[in-house]
């Protein structure tokens, strides 16, 4: 059964820093794009970033120089390392995948082949 299991939110201040982690399974980090979304409230999904099968990473405008996507392969599981934390990255975060044959854009959720339940982050003072 393909999985992806999210933690690692919860609550901090501004300008805190929180990780993300994300353990999958039922595929592989070689043949599978992961990619981090998250949504706030009355917002739509946004990506955030995305962690590519040769291990390259990209990163959304919004979050470029705070946050930083990686993996490690023998534990089947991509991270999310937030920092600089502002109460605008509240969201309900989530990750998905897509496979690696899929060559549009990483941030379009319509193409993600699997999510995870997602787990909550709240920036606030």
């Known amino acids: 059964e393909v999985q992806l299991v999210e933690s690692g939110g919860g609550s901090v201040q501004p300008g805190g820093s929180l990780r993300l982690s994300c353990v999958v399974s039922g595929f592989s980090l070689d043949e599978y794009v992961v990619v981090w979304f998250r949504q706030a409230p009355g917002k739509e999904r946004e990506g955030v970033s995305c962690v590519y099968t040769d291990d390259i990473t990209r990163n959304a405008d919004s979050v470029k120089g705070r946050f930083a996507a990686s993996r490690d392969i023998r534990k089947n599981t991509v991270f999310l390392e937030m920092n600089s934390l502002k109460t605008e990255d509240t969201a309900v975060y989530y990750c998905?995948?897509?496979?690696?044959?899929?060559?549009?854009?990483?941030?379009?959720?319509?193409?993600?082949?699997?999510w995870g339940k997602g787990t909550q982050v709240t920036v606030d003072s």
């Open positions: 998905a995948a897509h496979s690696k044959l899929y060559l549009g854009s990483c941030f379009r959720s319509g193409a993600m082949a699997y």
